[in-house]
Nanobody
Framework: EVQLVESGGGLVQTGGSLRLSCAAS????????IGWFRQAPGKEREGVSC????????YYTDSVKGRFTISSDNAKNTVYLQMNSLKPEDTAVYYC????????????????WGKGTLVTVSS
């Protein structure tokens, strides 16, 4: 079965950087996509970024474009989210999720989820 495990969260000051990792197992190379989502207390879960494992196409929500970069090391079955120029508004639990079709930034379209890793950005 598909398993996703996030790591790399922590406390960082405004303007700092973190790299999140999503270690995956049970994915199909040809069709699966991996997305990063985040959820702050009292807010809906929102899509942050997504990468196609087949062709490497990437997608970002507008609020993180130019600051976050998603990448995939298919040989290691790991997807990364490099987060630079972090802002307090980025504070949330970050989840990685997989989809058996093309990339989506809608949380309800995802098939499998990790347990999340907390990112806290202090001002």
């Amino acid at each position: 079965e598909v398993q996703l495990v996030e790591s790399g969260g922590g406390l960082v000051q405004t303007g700092g950087s973190l790299r999140l990792s999503c270690a995956a197992s049970g994915l199909t190379f040809e069709s699966d996509a991996i997305g990063w989502f985040r959820q702050a207390p009292g807010k809906e879960r929102e899509g942050v970024s997504c990468i196609s494992r087949r062709d490497g196409d990437t997608y970002y929500t507008d609020s993180v474009k130019g600051r976050f970069t998603i990448s995939s090391d298919n040989a290691k079955n790991t997807v990364y989210l490099q987060m630079n120029s972090l802002k307090p508004e980025d504070t949330a639990v970050y989840y990685c999720a997989s989809r058996e079709r093309i990339c989506s930034l809608y949380y309800y379209a995802m098939d499998y989820w990790g347990k999340g890793t907390l990112v806290t950005v202090s001002s």
